[in-house]
């Protein structure tokens, strides 16, 4: 799959200035991706469960250059309405990669609005939805000058393969419901350039799920993702993980098309894990757990233990722990989660979340 376009270029008399809006969400993977190589390519297939309060909105204001300009793209990123010239450089040297794909990025200069509804400090990862939500916007300005992406599949398959190259993870946002991403003879058109839905091959009861997010600390992690990622290429144990996720991953879809929530559970708190422990497991070591929340996954033990209530957790790189469960279950979930868990999350905070329908188009508002 190649989305270089030379012929992306818009005629001068068509060129105009406007603005496009998406709400993009996060996303919470099960198979973790842990390990990249090439241009954002993952080293193992990874999916997920798309989220709905934890998203970004992103306005993207285009206005059509002066003249034939050469010099760098011009990009201005606010957040929440404050300009953030760190994001502005990030954003113009994403847009600059982003050429041979959209040459028509050079015709304009940009104005970027961002807000996440989730708060920075809450440690969640902003980079899927913002990067997902920026990926949508700049498809809709192609589809707006050219309209060569009018089915669905093909804006939303550019958008994720867009995505991918700003934030791996972000490729799975574009998707409601669940996603993978990263080739496996499993599933048939599965790619490591973007994400696939699989909406229609999972049972009902996981579109139900929830994810009550514990904010077990709010402190800013000691290793990037970034970091984290470069450091599996000297991983002894790198191999054998990126077999162990190829394994997990047709389990996993076994699972999840029956409805077995025992197999989903096991396969989902086993991966968390691998993911710690390849960290532990790096040189040099790090650890980003806390105590808090090897604490907090030993009290969900025994509560399963006791009620056999189908609730799991899985965590990100960071010490936060997402709490999985059908809806069935919120009601004794929750009085358990409220009682024995908050106390141990920082200022007793969490996000309350659940599995969504993914991003929507905010401007123009295609409903109208
Ligand atoms: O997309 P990145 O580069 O921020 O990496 C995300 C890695 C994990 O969140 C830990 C796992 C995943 O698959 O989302």
Same mark, same amino acid.
């Given at each position: 799959m190649d989305y270089k376009n030379p012929n992306l270029v818009i005629d001068q008399n068509n060129l105009q200035e406007g603005k496009v809006r998406w709400r993009s969400p996060s996303n919470i993977a099960i198979i973790k991706y842990w390990g990249k190589h090439g241009v =954002?390519?993952?080293r193992n297939p990874s999916l997920s469960l798309t989220l709905d309060a934890a998203h970004t909105d992103t306005t993207l204001s285009y206005r059509p250059r002066q003249g034939v300009d050469q010099s760098q793209i011009q990009a201005k990123v606010y957040l929440d309405g404050k300009e953030e010239e760190k994001f502005s450089a990030k954003t113009a040297s994403y847009l600059e990669s982003l050429l041979p794909i959209f040459?028509?990025?050079? =015709?304009f200069d940009f104005e970027l609005h961002t807000h996440n509804?989730?708060?920075? /400090?809450?440690?969640?990862? /902003?980079s899927a939805s913002g990067m997902s939500a920026l990926a949508l916007c700049l498809c809709s300005i192609e589809d707006q000058f050219? =309209?060569? +992406? +009018?089915k669905d599949d093909d804006f939303e398959r550019k958008a994720s393969y867009v995505a991918r190259l700003g /934030?791996?993870?972000?490729?799975?946002? !574009?998707?409601?419901?669940a996603a993978m991403w990263g080739k496996s003879?499993? !599933?048939?058109? /599965?790619s490591d350039e973007y994400a696939l839905p699989l909406n229609d091959q999972i049972h009902e009861v996981f579109k139900t799920f929830h994810d009550d997010i514990l904010l077990i600390s709010k402190k800013e992690k000691s290793v990037s993702s970034r970091a984290g990622h470069a450091l599996m290429e000297q991983n002894p144990y790198a191999d054998p993980r990126y077999a162990q996720a190829r394994q997990r991953m047709y389990q996993l879809l076994q699972a999840m098309q029956q409805g077995d929530l025992d197999v989903f559970g096991r396969i989902c708190e086993a991966e968390a894990l691998s993911l710690h422990a390849l960290m532990m497991t790096s040189t040099p070591p790090y650890l980003l757990l806390e105590g808090n929340t090897i604490e907090a996954i030993k009290r969900l033990w025994a509560f399963r233990e006791e009620s056999g209530h189908p609730v799991y957790f899985t965590i990100d790189a960071g010490p936060n722990l997402h709490l999985l469960y059908p809806d069935q279950v919120a009601e004794p979930a929750k009085a358990f989660i409220r009682s024995? +868990?908050?106390? +141990?999350?920082e200022g007793s905070s969490y996000i309350a979340d659940r599995v969504g329908d993914g991003p929507l188009q905010l401007e123009p508002n295609t409903d109208a």
């Open positions: =954002q390519l993952p040459p028509f990025i050079k =015709q509804s989730f708060p920075h /400090s809450a440690g969640i990862a /902003s050219f =309209q060569n +992406l +009018l /934030s791996g993870s972000a490729c799975r946002s !574009v998707y409601g419901g003879g499993h !599933v048939e058109n /599965s024995e +868990l908050l106390p +141990l999350c």
